[in-house]
């Protein structure tokens, strides 16, 4: 007998930890909608207890749709165990106050999203929990910044909204010569494009908001790694309650079926349109790692299978608001937050996310008044081209 072929990405997001006969003989998973378990008799509960069998107890620690997800998502990142949140912001906290005691240091690479830092700088800081923070990508700012006392580095990659790349086996080797565990958010990634613990990331997170539920109508986070690691993450989960509901499960469960075909389309549109607005007279700059110009190309060739659907471009001597007059000539992508889904949305992202920031802040975090961030939905590709063809002659 030959050996069976790995399966790939599409039969995994297709069929990975369902059952192969359902409730009701059903070919879709049902959706569950029960607070709790029922045993048929004392015996029943502590066999339960002594874990001689594997079932549901109360709906804080889990429902049979969640585990049904957790395994689609384990096998498509290549991971033991993954761990599923009421969103990607619940599933880093989670993890976070899993990890981290008074007195612990986290290193971030300051790409990362604003919030994640915010909740290390502004609410680990009140448990004793010390965060820094280096410049994206530069390695030895992040080892001058690991002590005794670090216990997580954690990045983005690639990042948003510059897309730096970050070189992952030298980011999994800085942890491992420190003894200090990763974590990378990948949101942007997508276990299409990038596979972080291929190459040693402890721990890998997605906002599932995003690509992996990719139809804009849903909210969860996820994070993957091994059994041993995930152990007390998943026990303070079922203390934290930041679970999802049946019906959002299903929804992400649904979204994932046609994960790879979606992750295809956004890569071929966020590369046509990055090659379109490198080439078009109003734009200034282009920020997409598929871009020969991109400064990580190189990298991003050899550690990536595609680039995503997010692209973020200057627009050539504008102010906010001639860019503003761009955005809001877009007659396909919807002005909104989020990424990922299937529908186009743009925003600029002085508007959008750092309005109430000071301007010196926002100039180092690198965010120009004349940025636009584009995330690349799932339509025809020459659709959303024209459509920015003539947005872009909006004075
Ligand atoms: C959206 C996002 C998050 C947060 O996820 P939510 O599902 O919105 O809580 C974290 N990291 C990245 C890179 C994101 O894009």
């Known amino acids: ?24 003989d059903a070919i879709t998973d049902a959706i569950i909608c029960a607070s709790t378990y029922t045993f048929t008799s004392t015996q029943a509960v502590i066999d339960f207890i002594e874990q001689k069998q594997e079932r ?12 049904v997800v957790e395994k689609k998502l384990a096998a498509l990142e290549g991971g033991e165990e993954a761990i599923l949140y009421a969103s990607g912001m619940a599933a880093i906290v ?13 290193v971030f690479f300051d790409e990362c999203y604003h919030r994640s830092r915010e909740f290390c700088t502004k609410h680990l800081s009140r448990f004793g929990v010390v965060t820094r ?5 530069d390695y030895d700012a992040m080892a001058a910044a690991i002590n005794p006392n670090t216990k997580l580095l954690i990045s983005e990659s690639p990042t948003n909204p510059h897309l730096s790349v970050v070189d992952l086996a030298r980011f999994a080797d800085l942890g491992r010569r420190h003894k200090v565990e990763t974590l990378i958010d990948a949101t942007l990634g997508t276990p299409y494009n990038i596979r972080p613990i291929e190459f040693g990331i402890d721990y890998v997170l997605h906002s599932a908001t995003k690509y992996l539920g990719g139809h804009n109508d849903l909210l969860a986070g996820v994070i993957i790694g091994s059994k041993s690691k995930l152990e007390d993450v998943r026990k303070l989960r079922g203390i934290m309650g930041a679970i999802n509901g049946p019906h959002n499960i299903y929804l992400l469960e649904r ?5 790879e075909l979606r992750m295809q389309r956004h890569n071929e549109n966020g590369q046509a349109i990055a090659e379109f607005l490198a080439a078009h007279p ?3 700059r282009v920020y997409y790692p598929g871009l020969k110009a991109h400064p990580y190309y190189e990298l991003a060739r050899q550690q990536m299978r595609g680039y995503g659907g997010l692209v973020t471009f200057l627009v050539k001597d504008a102010d906010w608001r001639q860019t503003a007059n761009i955005v809001d000539s877009t007659k396909i992508a919807r002005i909104a937050p989020s990424l990922g889904g299937v529908e186009s949305l743009i925003e600029q992202p002085l508007v ?29 590709t020459e659709d959303l081209i024209a459509d920015l063809a003539q947005a872009l002659g909006a004075k």
């Open 255 to 259: 979204g994932l079926k046609t994960f």
């Open 56 to 67: 549901e107890e109360y709906g804080r620690y889990g429902n049979p749709g969640e585990k």
């Open 282 to 284: 109003r734009v200034e």
């Open 352 to 380: 959008m996310s750092y309005y109430e920031i000071p301007t010196e802040d926002r100039q180092r975090f690198g965010i120009p008044d004349n940025m636009i961030r584009l995330s690349c939905g799932i339509e025809n």
């Open 133 to 137: 923070q280096v410049r994206a990508c």
């Open 94 to 106: 989670g993890l976070l106050m899993a990890k981290l005691n008074a007195g612990d240091e986290v």
């Open 1 to 24: 007998m030959s050996a069976t072929p790995k399966p790939g990405l599409s039969t995994l997001a297709i069929h990975a930890g369902e059952a192969r006969q359902k409730i009701g």
